[in-house]
């Protein structure tokens, strides 16, 4: 079955640096999402990319959609404490969706 | 805007106890979809609705079912409860069936003691 990978696990970033964090499937996807789940909260979505090579931009986070639409990227600069929390990035094959383990992100000062 | 609902928010349970979930879809929202969350893990697909009838299952146990009703509401009947169900359950809403934008309620927190 459709498998989605994400890496790292967990990104400890000073604040002010910047972070990516990756995610990778097995089969290639109609779309993916990314969504961010704060600490005892819910996930809440993000965005979502369609097409081939897609770059979305939301402030200081920046979305990749790659060519074979298989992986897919969460740019954060000058990261901030209201960054934490943990990024699930969800691929969407055969209208099934498939969350990645999720890049849990610490922000120290 | 109206979000997604979900009821009640924090649950215990004994075990062998059965707990009902119920979730209400932002308006106009078709597709119903009901997650399970561990700790420190990613929510793991249980089971989907679309226009009130089952359009996928994923890991859901057989102590486990659920249905959606005609005002496209959902619950999750759990049965036989085991100290594994303790857990965060969410509930997703999207319109147009699955590979739509799933939106999030804010889960039921399910402990069995």
């Known amino acids: 079955g459709q498998q989605v990978m994400q890496i790292p696990q967990y990104q400890h970033v000073q604040e002010g640096e910047d972070f990516t964090t990756y995610c990778n499937s097995s089969?290639?996807?109609?779309?993916i999402q990314w969504y961010k789940q704060r600490p005892g909260g819910h996930p809440v979505f993000l965005i979502q990319?369609?097409?081939?090579?897609e770059v979305k931009k939301q402030k200081r986070l920046t979305f990749q959609f790659g060519e074979a639409k298989k992986n897919s990227s969460l740019h954060i600069t000058a990261t901030q404490t209201t960054d934490v929390g943990t990024y699930f990035c969800?691929?969407?094959?055969?209208?099934?969706?498939?969350f990645g383990a999720g890049t849990t992100v610490t922000v120290r000062a | 805007a109206a979000g997604v609902i979900q009821s009640p928010r924090h649950l215990i349970k004994e075990k062998r106890e059965t707990a009902t979930l119920k979730c209400y879809p932002i308006?106009?929202?078709?597709?119903v979809y009901w997650y399970q969350q561990g700790p420190g893990q990613d929510p793991q697909f249980l089971i989907s609705?679309?226009?009130?009838?089952?359009?996928d299952k994923g890991s859901i146990p057989d102590r486990f079912s659920a249905q959606q009703f005609s005002d496209y509401h959902s619950e999750l009947n759990m049965s036989s409860l085991e100290l594994g169900d303790s857990a965060l359950y969410f509930c997703?809403?999207?319109?147009?069936?699955?590979?739509?934008?799933?939106?999030f309620g804010p889960g039921t927190r399910l402990l069995v003691l």
């Open positions: 997703a809403s999207s319109k147009g069936g699955q590979g739509e934008t799933q939106y």
């Open positions: 089969t290639t996807l109609s779309n």
């Open positions: 990319l369609v097409k081939s090579g």
């Open positions: 969800a691929g969407n094959n055969d209208y099934k969706l498939s």
């Open positions: 308006p106009r929202h078709d597709t």
């Open positions: 609705f679309y226009e009130k009838m089952q359009s």
